[in-house]
Nanobody, 111 residues
Framework: QVQLVESGGGLVQPGGSLTLSCAVS????????MGWYRQAPGKERELVAR???GGSTTTVDRFTISRDNAKNTLYLQINTLKPDDTAVYYC?????????WGQGTQVTVSS
C-alpha cells in the first residue's frame, strides 16, 4: 500500500505562482511514473503533468513537475495562475501496475 499526501494548495491571486508537494509513504526511486491531475467543479479529472523515473516530463503550459527521490516527494509548480486553474489537484503514482491517488489539495485562483 502506497500513501500519497498532497499539500501546498490555497487561495492565490491571478498571476501568482504556487508549488504543490506530494509526500509518498515509500521510496519513489523505482516508481516508474508519477503525475498530477486536477479536477474542476463539474469537469472530468485531467492530467496536467507526469514524470518518469528517468526524469522525462510531460506537462501542460505553465506547469513544471519534479521529483526529489531523497525526500520521496513529488512537486508541481504552477506559474501565472488563472481562475481556470481553480481545481482540486491530485498526486498519483503507479506501483506494480496499481494506481494510487492522494486525497487532493484545493487550489483556488481569485482576486
Amino acid at each position: 500500500q502506497v500513501q500519497l499526501v498532497e499539500s501546498g494548495g490555497g487561495l492565490v491571486q491571478p498571476g501568482g505562482s504556487l508549488t504543490l508537494s506530494c509526500a509518498v509513504s515509500s521510496s519513489i526511486f523505482s516508481i516508474s511514473v508519477m503525475g498530477w491531475y486536477r479536477q474542476a467543479p463539474g469537469k472530468e479529472r485531467e492530467l496536467v503533468a507526469r514524470i518518469t523515473s528517468g526524469g522525462s516530463t510531460t506537462t501542460v503550459d505553465r506547469f513544471t513537475i519534479s521529483r526529489d527521490n531523497a525526500k520521496n516527494t513529488l512537486y508541481l509548480q504552477i506559474n501565472t495562475l488563472k481562475p481556470d486553474d481553480t481545481a482540486v489537484y491530485y498526486c498519483t503514482a503507479v506501483v506494480d501496475a496499481i494506481r494510487y491517488w492522494g486525497q487532493g489539495t484545493q487550489v483556488t485562483v481569485s482576486s
